[in-house]
């Protein structure tokens, strides 16, 4: 189903969304390890070369995390397709990056490196905006299926819960409960890459259309859903 985006790339709530996404403080911030290790694991499920976490800013798209083009801070909106696809309320998927298949923006950069996929679900807040994105990108031309959208949909899920945990503990001081918060995390993190490493080789690939793979992925998502959860009750509200 193509994606069907609106004619203007700045959206009409666009002052509020600036507001939350510079309320959680985490727009153009160093490295941390946690949202590494998400990219790594979305490069690892959905065998693409290339994941990020975006934060989509009033002129700029940075990337907080970035697997298979580091040393790549962001974009220029105008360029980034992260930009266009915080627009629409469902997941976006791309098999190609033609004029024609978002008007909205410059696909110049993402031809020049040979792309020729994307994917992305918005990190979603709790007040509802959308301030980045959770994307997979490749070179080959393909699509996602429902099991895989639903996959990228609870990852992105995941990644907006960690942003709001890490701006509850960094409002009330708890800078060490905040790594000691990633630290568990990235256990739960790295254990997930194994068991996907695993699969990857038993299987010759990820394929999360198989039901025993899809059951066994989905459960490690849970998983980490759990850790949030219990760290989100503990943590005093910064509201």
Known sequence: MPNIFPDRLVPE????????LHMYQIVNTTP??????????AAQLFNTPISLISFVDEDYVHF???????????????DSMCSAAILLDAPVVTADYSA???RLISTDVA????LNFYAGSALRMPDGARIG????????HRTLSGAEEEVLTRLAHLVSQTVELRFQYLHNQQDDQ??????ELAETLDDNATLTRYLNTRNHGINLDDTEVQDLVLRRLTGVGKVLER???EVPSAA
């Open 13 to 20: 709530n666009e002052v509020a969304r600036l507001r939350a």
């Open 32 to 41: 941390e390890k946690i949202f590494d290790d998400y990219v790594a694991w």
């Open 64 to 78: 907080k995390a970035v697997t298979g083009a580091e040393g790549v801070p962001g974009l220029v909106r105008t």
């Open 100 to 102: 024609e298949s978002c």
């Open 111 to 114: 031809q020049a490196f040979g």
């Open 133 to 140: 994105m959770m994307a997979v990108i490749g070179r080959e």
């Open 178 to 183: 905040w790594q000691d918060a990633q630290q």
């Open 231 to 233: 760290r989100m009750r």
